[in-house]
């Protein structure tokens, strides 16, 4: 006769209930930089902005106060210095033409998000897991998630676009991030009066540390470290580890070049198969023809903001338990667990912050 084994008998049970395992979680990064504020109940779904525009710039370019010259080589008296201080010289005893102001509105109109789980009162008496308290879990990261998408694809939509490569389009991208277009941004934020919105780290004693410029903030790929750390591009690349005063500005920061410190976030997703043929650019591809495409936001202060209806900066959650009798459910069988929100994001200023299109590197 066989000995009894595992399968001469099948178990009653059979199972060991482990633990719940972890999972994954969405990382905010974007509410970092971005003007928060909140507004009123009963107004209206809609929002504007107004910035007087400065004496000389343009509403579509409010930042620039001294304009171009106009010739094609500026000469003394096309300068646009000259220029500007003859538009503001006074002739004695004559009273100067008085000017207006120019307005520039921004509007935003509050859009509700929101999300629903239900379960039954079988699951609520029977189930061995509390379903209940795992649904409001869910619930308030999915909204967490929702929230960040909604303000990465308006700030990824700013104007001030640069490209990987030689490329001049999304669709050419052909390179990965380099100090040289870095630099190019840099130039764009700082010629456009966009502020700083860190200030400067000090270095400590400590071997290997080194003192943090004030710094534009960089929202990326976690998939783009590993280009910043390579020494031949950015050899002036400093990880967290060897900050002076360890105390970086979020927990996702991954280092700092000149004038830049990064965060990195695996929500902010590529642009799958957008750029060129891989070629020999030895960047990532998801279908294996064309690279990914990944927006790097490049932010200076009060670039960008979020919106939300007062009273609703947290999360609207509705949570009805079973066991709650109406019409709709006369024996209470359904429990319901749920969120709702309004917000909205808006770029304030399109020239004070910049998207850099590039592609990631192969590690294959």
Same mark, same amino acid.
């Given at each position: 006769?066989?000995?009894?084994?595992?399968?001469?008998?099948?178990?009653?049970?059979?199972?060991?209930?482990?633990?719940?395992?972890?999972?994954?979680?969405?990382?905010?990064?974007?509410?970092?930089?971005?003007?928060?504020?909140?507004?009123?109940?009963?107004?209206?779904?809609? #929002? #504007? $902005?107004?910035?007087?525009?400065? $004496?000389?710039?343009?509403?579509?370019?409010?930042?620039?106060?001294?304009?171009?010259?106009?010739?094609?080589?500026?000469?003394?008296?096309?300068?646009?210095?000259?220029? +500007?201080?003859?538009?503001?010289?006074?002739?004695?005893? +004559?009273?100067?033409?008085?000017?207006?102001? #120019?307005?520039?509105?921004? +509007?935003?109109?509050?859009?509700?998000?929101?999300?629903?789980?239900?379960?039954?009162?079988? #699951?609520?008496?029977? $189930?061995?897991?509390?379903?209940?308290?795992?649904?409001?879990?869910?619930?308030?990261?999915?909204?967490?998630?929702?929230?960040?998408?909604?303000?990465?694809?308006?700030?990824?939509?700013?104007?001030?676009?640069?490209?990987?490569?030689?490329?001049?389009?999304?669709?050419?991208?052909?390179?990965?991030?380099?100090?040289?277009?870095?630099?190019?941004?840099?130039?764009?934020?700082?010629?456009?009066?966009?502020?700083?919105?860190?200030?400067?780290?000090?270095?400590?004693?400590l071997i290997g540390t080194k003192p943090i410029e004030a710094s534009y903030l960089v929202f990326c790929s976690t998939d783009i470290d590993a280009d910043l750390r390579d020494a031949t591009v950015f050899p002036g690349y400093t990880p967290v580890a060897q900050y002076g005063s360890r105390k970086p500005i979020h927990e996702n920061e991954m280092g700092s070049f000149e004038q830049f410190r990064f965060i990195g976030s695996p929500e902010l997703v590529p642009l799958q198969n957008a750029g060129v043929v891989i070629g020999a650019t030895a960047c990532v591809s998801t279908g294996g023809t064309n690279i990914d495409v990944y927006p790097l936001i490049v932010v200076g202060q009060e670039a960008y903001g979020t919106v939300a209806l007062r009273g609703s900066k947290s999360f609207d959650l509705s949570v009805i338990p079973v066991g709650n009798k109406d019409s709709a459910d006369p024996l209470g069988q359904r429990g319901y667990m749920g969120a709702k929100f309004y917000a909205v994001s808006v770029l304030l200023n399109q020239q004070w912050c910049a998207t850099a299109f590039v592609g990631a590197g192969d590690l294959s």
């Open positions: 006769m066989a000995a009894q084994n595992m399968g001469s008998q099948a178990a009653r049970i059979g199972k060991w209930k482990g633990e719940i395992l972890a999972r994954a979680i969405p990382c905010e990064v974007l509410q970092l930089a971005g003007m928060q504020k909140q507004m009123p109940k009963n107004v209206s779904d809609t #929002v #504007v $902005y107004r910035r007087w525009v400065p $004496y000389n710039a343009a509403v579509g370019n409010p930042n620039i106060l001294i304009q171009s010259g106009g010739a094609v080589v500026e000469t003394e008296a096309a300068n646009r210095v000259t220029t +500007t201080l003859t538009n503001n010289l006074l002739a004695e005893g +004559t009273t100067p033409t008085p000017d207006s102001m #120019v307005a520039q509105d921004i +509007t935003a109109v509050l859009k509700q998000y929101g999300c629903l789980y239900s379960y039954t009162d079988q #699951v609520a008496d029977l $189930y061995e897991d509390d379903i209940a308290d795992a649904m409001k879990t869910q619930v308030a990261e999915r909204m967490a998630l929702v929230r960040e998408l909604e303000l990465y694809s308006k700030v990824r939509a700013n104007t001030n676009r640069f490209f990987g490569g030689t490329g001049t389009t999304i669709v050419t991208v052909n390179g990965k991030i380099t100090a040289k277009l870095l630099r190019k941004m840099q130039r764009s934020l700082a010629a456009n009066h966009a502020k700083k919105p860190t200030s400067i780290l000090a270095a400590t004693p």
